[in-house]
C-alpha cells in the first residue's frame, strides 16, 4: 500500500448484522478490501453498537496503518437497513431493532472518527455499487431488489439514482399483492414482503410444518434442500417465484428498468429460482415490456453489504451532489 492510497470505512448496519469494513484505492486500481470486523446486532439500542463500530474502525485502521502512523480515511459510508434521512444523517427507525429510532448515527460516528460520515438506505446503495461494480454495470434504468429477511428495491432511473421526495423510494416489499392476505410486519396485509421474503417463507412453511415436521422451516434450508435436489423445496421456491412475478412485473410497469437484479436468496438460490421467475414475469409482461429485460443474481454478493457501504462512502457523494 503506498502513501497516495485512499481509504475509506464502510459500516453495512442491519437488523441482525453489523460489518465494519476497510477500503484502499490506489490511484488508477479497484478499492480493495483491506479488512473487515463483523457480528451480530447488539441488543440495548444504538450505544453498544456505536462504540463496537467505532472500536472496530479504529482496529482496522491501527493493522493497516504503516511506523506506527494509521491512514486518514476520506469518508465513512454507512448502509443502513429500514427508513431513514440521509439528508441529516439519520436513522429513522430499524425493522425489529427497538430502540433505534431518529438516530442521527452519521453525526456520532463523524465526531468519534473526525471524518466524514454519509448514510443511505441499503436497498439504495447496493444499487449503486451493482450499477458502478457489479451486475448493473452498463444501464440506465436498473432496480436492485434485496432479498434476505426483508424486501426492498432501489431504482436508478436515467442514469440516476432514484430517491424520491422524501428519500423513501422502494418500498416494493410493500406492494399489495394478495388483497387481505398473510400479515406483514409493516401492520398491512398482503404484502409481496409477506409471501416471497425470507421472513415470508418462513411464514408460509410454517402451516405446513404443521402437517409434516420435516419439512425446511427457513429459506435458507429451502434453498440448502433444492440445491441437493429436494422435490418440496423446489417446488416451493417455484410458487415463491410467482409471487415475486407479480411484484417485479408491477415494477416494470411503471419504472420500464431493463435490468433487474436480485441480492441474497435469489444470489444463493440461482437458477433453481431465477429460472421460473422469468418465465413467471414473462407471461406477466406485454411482449415490449419483455424485449431485452434481463434477471440477474447480485454479482458482490455475499460481500454486497461491504461493497454498498463503500458505495455510500465512495460514490453516492458525487451521484447526489454533496
Ligand atoms: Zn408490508
Known amino acids: 500500500m503506498t502513501a497516495r492510497a485512499t481509504w475509506y470505512l464502510g459500516v453495512d448496519l442491519g437488523g441482525t448484522k453489523v460489518s465494519v469494513s476497510l477500503w484502499s484505492e490506489s490511484p488508477g486500481g479497484a478499492p480493495a478490501r483491506a479488512g473487515v470486523e463483523r457480528w451480530e446486532t447488539l441488543p440495548g439500542g444504538p450505544g453498544p453498537n456505536v462504540e463496537r463500530i467505532a472500536a472496530a474502525a479504529g482496529r482496522l485502521l491501527g493493522a493497516a496503518g504503516t511506523g506506527g502512523k494509521a491512514p486518514q480515511p476520506a469518508a465513512i459510508g454507512i448502509s443502513g437497513g429500514g427508513p431513514l434521512d440521509p439528508e441529516r444523517g439519520v436513522i429513522l427507525s430499524v425493522p425489529n431493532l427497538p430502540g433505534w429510532v431518529d438516530v442521527p448515527i452519521a453525526r456520532i460516528l463523524s465526531e468519534r472518527l473526525g471524518v466524514t460520515a454519509w448514510i443511505e438506505n441499503d436497498a439504495n446503495a447496493c444499487a449503486v455499487a451493482e450499477w458502478l461494480h457489479g451486475a448493473g454495470r452498463g444501464v440506465r434504468d436498473l432496480a436492485f431488489l434485496t432479498f434476505s429477511t426483508g424486501i426492498g428495491a432501489g431504482l436508478i432511473l436515467g442514469g440516476r439514482l432514484h ?116 418465465e413467471a414475469l414473462a407471461r406477466r409482461l406485454w411482449p415490449p415490456f419483455r424485449r431485452g429485460l434481463e434477471v440477474l443474481p447480485s454479482a458482490l454478493w455475499p460481500e454486497l453489504g461491504d461493497h454498498a457501504a463503500l458505495a455510500v462512502a465512495r460514490d453516492l457523494p458525487g451521484l447526489v451532489g454533496r
Open 163 to 278: 430517491r424520491g421526495a422524501r428519500c423513501l423510494a422502494g418500498e416494493a416489499g410493500h406492494q399489495v399483492i394478495v388483497p387481505d392476505g398473510l400479515p406483514c410486519g409493516c401492520g398491512n396485509r398482503g404484502c409481496l414482503e409477506a409471501y416471497a421474503s425470507g421472513a415470508g417463507m418462513a411464514r408460509r412453511l410454517a402451516p405446513l410444518r404443521e402437517r409434516d415436521p420435516s419439512l425446511p422451516s427457513t429459506a435458507k434450508e429451502v434453498v440448502e434442500r433444492a440445491r441437493a435436489g429436494d422435490r418440496f423445496s423446489r417446488d416451493f421456491l417455484r410458487e415463491t417465484a410467482e409471487y415475486l412475478a407479480m411484484g417485479l412485473a408491477n415494477l416494470v410497469y411503471i419504472a420500464d428498468v431493463e435490468r433487474i437484479v436480485l441480492g441474497t436468496i435469489a444470489a444463493a438460490a440461482g437458477d433453481l429460482l431465477l429460472a421460473p421467475l422469468r
